[in-house]
């Protein structure tokens, strides 16, 4: 299935690809600093490319999805599930199948709508029990009760994501490589 092109994702690759830094941070595994590099030189013009969460969440799940590969950590993204739409799943369907405590889903809204939020939560809680396995990535920082990482130019938690997620691999014994020491 081809994916429709997306002129955030368009600008994102181009920009990875014609750095000279992002291959030497991901060979060092220095992965919030690709993030921060993204933040500081993509940041404002993705977000000049429409409406901000929309913008903030495409930006998020390309790079995400990016990064995840490089760190050689098991997912999948766009999921369908029992009529669900799964943004990320680390590490993949099965897992959260068999055994959903090892199994990380990560939603990320395009929303600054705490209902819609909220909506996607409940729908996110009805695949998966270990409710704190279930984690968002936002544009602002709206509580919303659940392990969240936001992604703007004041309050940038988001590029601790990589680390967390490696932790919880290998916390949750699906990351057999152990790429990460974290």
């Known amino acids: 299935m081809e994916e429709e092109a997306n002129p955030i994702k368009d600008y994102l690759f181009e920009y990875i690809e014609k750095s000279q830094i992002i291959p030497k941070l991901i ?8 993030i921060e590099d993204i933040s500081n030189n993509c940041y404002d013009q993705v977000v000049s490319m429409g409406e901000k969460d929309e913008s903030v969440g495409v930006l998020a799940t390309g790079l995400l999805h990016y990064l995840l590969t490089n760190a050689l950590i098991t997912s999948q993204r766009k999921i369908d599930y029992n009529g669900i739409d799964i943004d990320i799943v680390v590490p993949d369907i099965k897992t959260l199948e068999k055994d959903p405590k090892k199994t990380l889903l990560i939603c990320i809204p395009k929303s600054s709508d705490i209902q819609i939020i909220n909506e996607k939560i409940a ?5 998966q029990p270990e409710k704190e396995n279930i984690w968002l990535v936002l544009s602002k920082n709206i ?18 994501i990589i680390f967390e997620i490696a932790k919880f691999s290998n916390v949750g014994g699906s990351n057999k490589f152990k790429i990460l020491r974290v």
Do not use: A
């Not at 060979?27 to 690709?34: A, M, P, Y």
């Not at 729908?123 to 695949?127: G, L, N, R, S, Y």
């Open 27 to 34: 060979i060092g595994k220095k992965f919030d600093e690709v």
């Open 143 to 160: 509580p919303v009760g659940k392990k969240s990482f936001v992604w703007s130019k004041e309050n940038n938690t988001f590029s601790k």
């Open 123 to 127: 729908k996110m809680e009805k695949i």
